[in-house]
């Protein structure tokens, strides 16, 4: 329905895709059980990391030929992928600020840093959502990475969605640590958010990053879902930016895992397209032809090669749908037990809450 996972390669995409998945729920696993896990993981890989890229961006600007042929340098250099990556990692060390009472991260004024930095995240992805809507409006349009996207109203439509799930977070300041100190618990953020999040955020990759979102929509969102719903309820915010921070670091050094390249080629057979171009590889072929080959520079256009925004459309429309949905419902609850939905819990009478709060270590 969304994605072309049909024919000889089905096999080694959905197994590759139940790799990630079980990746990413290992290593946030090993994240978050023990400070160690957590100082390699957030930390000294990441300052690694910057040291790499820092040369890379040297090397190429002095015309060094390992840097400018770079798989980083040539399929993750736009604005993007870096704010998401580090944004990403703020989060994850203030959340282990906050469980493990460091600093700051014991004081009452810091707890609202959680819904501070998520909302960051979130308008990073809404940015981007109407920035496709406005470069490639009902046509196709090169974006930075070098993949080809199909704007429209569905960037409109997500892009509210993802204002709207801002407001959706309630209780900014009720964020503890477990008793075990193995998470930071956001009680109130129970699965009713999981789920307008998980359909927001799939409808961002899809439209935005679809040669990825096999990976980045799917697999990134279930693992965080799965350990919140399955033995760490409470603990999801932690456990998707743990997970987040996780895929981003390992997308930025190896690209070319999930990409499909702007003239076609895929670089592993288990490269997965969406269904919004309608022949596959085939369309964008096409694209890179009609856009003049090498010379398609980014926001390059095309609006003569068909393509398939219906899943986009209604992905999107979803989204939006479910956000206002769910507003909605935090404003009526409000109303009826006249509080502040952003200073107090709202979703009291669930079991989900309940688990949580159980978990946390509240003084």
Not at 235 to 241: E, K, L
């Amino acid at each position: 329905m969304f994605f072309q996972v049909y024919g000889a390669n089905a096999l080694i995409q959905w197994g590759m895709l139940l790799v990630v998945l079980a990746g990413l729920i290992l290593w946030n696993e090993f994240a978050r059980r023990t400070k160690m896990g957590g100082a390699i993981t957030f930390f000294l890989i990441p300052v690694l990391l910057t040291v790499y890229f820092v040369a890379i961006a040297i090397g190429a600007r002095s015309g060094a030929e390992w840097a400018l042929n770079n798989q980083t340098h040539i399929y993750m250099n736009g604005w993007f992928h870096y704010a998401k990556l580090y944004a990403a990692l703020t989060g994850c060390i203030g959340f282990m600020m906050i469980k493990y009472k460091w600093g700051i991260g014991a004081k009452h004024w810091f707890k609202p840093f959680p819904f501070v930095i998520v909302a960051i995240n979130i308008l990073i992805a809404v940015v981007s959502d109407f920035e496709s809507a406005v470069m490639g409006w009902n046509k196709w349009w090169l974006s930075s990475e070098g993949v080809w996207l199909y704007g429209g109203w569905h960037n409109v439509f997500n892009g509210l969605a993802g204002i709207l799930n801002i407001f959706c977070m309630t209780a900014w300041w009720n964020v503890y640590p477990s008793k075990d100190k193995k998470d930071m618990i956001w009680a109130d953020m129970t699965w009713v958010y999981i789920v307008i999040y998980d359909i927001w955020n799939f409808a961002y990759t899809y439209n935005c990053l679809p040669t990825h979102s096999w990976y980045c929509g799917i697999a990134l969102l279930l693992a965080p879902t799965v350990a919140a719903l399955l033995w760490n309820r409470g603990g999801w915010i932690q456990n998707r930016a743990n997970t987040l921070a996780i895929w981003c670091m390992f997308a930025q050094v190896f690209p070319l895992f999930q990409e499909t390249f702007k003239d076609g080629r895929q670089w592993f057979s288990w490269a997965v397209l969406p269904v919004q171009y309608p022949d596959g590889i085939e369309t964008i072929k096409q694209l890179y032809e009609v856009a003049g080959g090498e010379a398609a520079a980014v926001g390059t256009t095309v609006d003569s090669v068909a393509a398939n925004p219906t899943m986009m459309t209604v992905i999107s429309a979803l989204a939006l749908v479910t956000n206002i949905i769910a507003l909605c419902y935090i404003i009526c609850v409000s109303k009826k037990r006249h509080i502040n939905p952003y200073k107090e819990d709202v979703f009291v009478n669930q079991k989900y809450y309940k688990d949580a709060m159980a978990r946390a270590d509240v003084e």
